[in-house]
């Protein structure tokens, strides 16, 4: 485990009174950030304290004012998702610090990093934002793209892309001095580290995005000989390319009960405890995601109640857990049969299912059901364009009383697969979820 002494929040910024300067607060001054090494790993200072990365992946504004709620100290905040200064005003007044993704383009939405001219334009649009936020004492970290050499169906990528990352590396390390400069992978087609190694040495540390994997990292890492700090800049449960299918191939989404644990599992046997690692970023801290379901990845509900990893999250970041407990979710089935029984059903038919669950203190519970259709096609990377279906309305015949178990009408189409969601919610804004995936047949 890492020492205590590298869990430690930042000592308050000093506040002085200066000239004002574009896109930079005016009473705040800018933070040194350093990256040292000792004999266990590295350690990140800002203004000589030690620092932690206790972060959160938020998209939008989207309770940005949560992740301090809960004891986090740091958002991941991409350039191209707009809103920027919003943003950096909000992370400003949380006391929260940010990694600052800029927009450099992957092959996958068709930039070529053997045209010199757009590669010489991508790197001056790079220089003029750092140029623009370099004084915002709420930057932290700049990152240089995301998951820039995956290609989907694992494509090969253009190593001439490393080389221009590096460019962009030395030229922000220039233009804001101290500031450290990462950029950010994923796990597959593993060998590539070495080509980053090699033909990106300038960056400061590395970025690193995981699910259920996220327990290969430390000795990936160490296979290639990486010897600097690295963060985990994406994380959470098992991503969908990762789980079980159904004989028709519909993903098998863990409960949130089941994501909380793994969420905890994974940030204590990696996150902190690898002394390589300075922290990391959660996946999703927001209710607004599709990607496959509009439950796996989301750590809020629509209708902004938090799932029970937001509070695993303060209870990984604080060592304190809430109050109040989330409502927990041990089985939902059709007719006794679970998702790994690949559960078919007659179209129009009348059927059974039912829900496990309970909150951990007693109180009482609210249960809903929602029928959906699984999308037809799905994006080939991140979830891209994809959106919440229509629910199937009036699909409930009958519920006892206490919601947990109710018949349904199967739609009337054959050859179709859907899901069946349950949501349950407790007195204090807190949410458990889960779902069954089924096919019709005749």
Not at 205 to 213: F, H, P, S, T, W
Not at 292 to 311: I, L, P
């Amino acid at each position: 485990m890492k020492k205590a002494c590298c869990l430690l929040v930042i000592l308050p910024l000093l506040f002085i009174a200066c000239g004002e300067q574009d896109h930079t607060p005016a009473d705040r001054l800018k933070p040194s950030f350093e990256l040292r090494e000792d004999s266990e790993g590295f350690s990140l200072y800002v203004d000589e304290s030690p620092f932690f990365v206790k972060g959160a992946r938020t998209l939008g504004t989207r309770y940005i004012d949560k992740v301090a709620e809960h004891g986090g100290n740091a958002i991941r905040v991409g350039y191209n998702t707009g809103n920027v200064d919003e943003k950096l005003e909000l992370a400003e007044q949380y006391d929260l610090y940010v990694l600052f993704g800029l927009p450099v383009s992957a092959e996958r939405d068709g930039f070529d990093y053997s045209d010199k001219a757009a590669v010489q334009e991508q790197y001056e649009r790079v220089r003029d934002i750092v140029k623009t936020y370099r004084d915002h004492p709420s930057i932290m970290f700049w990152a240089l793209g995301n998951e820039l050499d995956h290609i989907p169906g694992n494509l090969d990528y253009n190593l001439e892309m490393w080389d221009s990352l590096n460019d962009m590396a030395q030229m922000i390390q220039e233009t804001d001095p101290g500031r450290p400069v990462m950029t950010v992978i994923g796990t597959g087609k593993r060998e590539k580290l070495a080509d980053l190694m090699e033909r990106a040495p300038d960056l400061d540390l590395l970025g690193v995005n995981a699910y259920r994997d996220i327990v290969d990292i430390p000795g990936w890492l160490r296979e290639y000989g990486w010897n600097k700090p690295y963060a985990v800049t994406e994380w959470g449960p098992s991503g969908h390319w990762e789980v079980p299918t159904t004989q028709w191939g519909a993903v098998i989404e863990e409960t949130s009960t089941e994501k909380a644990a793994l969420y905890r599992e994974r940030y204590e046997h990696v996150i902190a405890s690898d002394p390589l690692c300075i922290g990391s970023y959660a996946f999703l801290w927001t209710n607004n995601r599709m990607e496959r379901t509009h439950t796996w990845y989301n750590m809020f509900h629509d209708d902004g109640s938090a799932k029970e990893a937001v509070q695993v999250m303060q209870y990984v970041w604080t060592g304190e857990w809430p109050d109040k407990r989330s409502p927990r979710i041990s089985a939902i089935e059709i007719n006794g049969l679970t998702a790994f029984d690949h559960v078919s059903l007659a179209a129009g038919s009348r059927q059974q299912a039912r829900v496990a669950a309970e909150d951990p203190a007693g109180e009482p519970i609210a249960i809903s059901w929602e029928l959906l259709p699984e999308l037809d096609e799905f994006a080939a990377y991140a979830g891209q364009g994809e959106a919440k279906p229509d629910s199937i309305p009036d699909f409930i015949i009958a519920r006892n009383e206490a919601g947990d178990e109710i018949t349904f009408r199967v739609p009337d189409d054959a050859g179709r697969n859907y899901r069946l969601f349950v949501y349950v919610h407790d007195r204090h804004n807190n949410v458990a979820a889960a779902n069954i995936p089924f096919h019709t047949g005749p």
